[in-house]
């Protein structure tokens, strides 16, 4: 493990190479952001309609005016809640896509100083080609939301009076929950393979988890090691925010609860610390299956890496494809 470690720390130092080469890659949480504020404020509109669209009833005998959702309305509501997940997911995934694409273009450029414009060609590659792959991969999560979301009501409804039904239930959610996670994470590889190769949803979701299955122990140390390295940086960001913000506001007059704008602050740092980051781990994750993309077509010898120099030490013949890579680069300087 200790060599698939130093794999995630070369990874690590990749995507910094990457993202400093595309810097507007770190614009893309906020367009993103632009987007999902739009889509969820349109979606509290739409709730409010048809929240508000009873059907009032008047009793006779008491002249009392009642109010009540008719079946359509209250179905109504599911299907307005299964577009939220679905639009959210889209648009999310197209973030990814665009990252993937990205970062798989200057992986696969050799020289790198000819890179063009990588982010502008991943944007015109999604709306052209992907994004009917972009919709089925968000659609099976957007299913996968709403069924855990009906269960949580039945469990809510049965919890006064709970059976062996309501175990049932909870044993359900917490299966969907897991399938959910392993959905969202297939799902991203998948979209890697399609930025990089063009493929379908399906036949790029049984190309990514080949590629998982092959290097099982090398996702573990990535999404283990690398993970929890991301974590103390937004924990880092946060922290540090608390600190300032207590020292901002503790003399200040009229505020007589310092940790009411100090929670605030550090709950918006770290989404805006998760956001950014999240563009790092996409780097970090795309790196990694264009690592294993180009160790499968590829061996350094015959057919030479497309990796850089760091990357190659951790492939089976390292040493012969450094020194080939070694006599390229002399050859090209000469």
Not at 161 to 185: A, D, G, M, R, Y
Not at 234 to 244: E, N, P, R, S, Y
Not at 253 to 258: D, K
């Amino acid at each position: 493990m200790r060599k698939r470690i130093e794999l995630v720390s070369a990874l690590f130092k990749e995507a910094g190479r990457a993202v400093a080469a595309m810097p507007l890659l770190l614009l893309q949480p906020l367009l993103t952001f632009i987007t999902l504020a739009a889509i969820i404020v349109s979606w509290f509109v739409g709730y409010l309609y048809i929240h508000t669209a009873e059907d009032a009833t008047v009793d006779p005998e008491t002249d009392y005016v009642t109010f009540h959702l008719s079946t359509f309305f209250q179905l109504m509501k599911w299907y307005h809640l299964f577009a939220l997940f679905w639009f959210t997911q889209f648009v999310i995934s197209c973030q990814h896509v665009i990252i993937a694409g990205s970062v798989a273009m200057w992986f696969f450029t050799r020289n790198k100083n000819r890179l063009g414009t990588p982010i502008a060609t991943s944007f015109y590659n999604l709306v052209r080609y992907h994004l009917g792959s972009v919709a089925l991969g968000s659609f099976l999560v957007a299913i996968l939301k709403l069924i855990r979301a009906i269960f949580k009501k039945i469990e809510r409804q049965m919890k006064e009076h709970p059976t062996w039904c309501t175990t049932f239930i909870q044993c359900c959610s917490c299966c969907l929950w897991c399938f959910e996670k392993f959905l969202v994470f297939l799902n991203r590889n998948a979209f890697i393979e399609v930025a990089i190769y063009g493929y379908s949803f399906c036949k790029a979701a049984q190309k990514a988890f080949h590629l998982l299955s092959n290097n099982i122990l090398r996702v573990a140390a990535i999404n283990s090691v690398g993970d929890f390295v991301l974590f103390l940086g937004k924990a880092g960001v946060t922290v540090a925010t608390a600190f300032i913000g207590l020292e901002l506001v503790k003399d200040k007059e009229g505020v007589n609860y310092t940790w009411v704008p100090v929670s605030l602050a550090c709950v918006f740092t770290y989404l805006v610390a998760h956001s950014f980051l999240g563009v790092y781990e996409m780097a970090i994750d795309t790196l990694f299956l264009c690592f294993c993309e180009d160790c499968e077509r590829n061996d350094g010898i015959n057919k030479p890496y497309f990796m850089s120099r760091k990357l190659m030490i951790f492939v089976e013949n390292s040493k012969k494809a450094l020194e080939l890579e070694a006599k390229r680069r002399k050859n090209h300087g000469g």
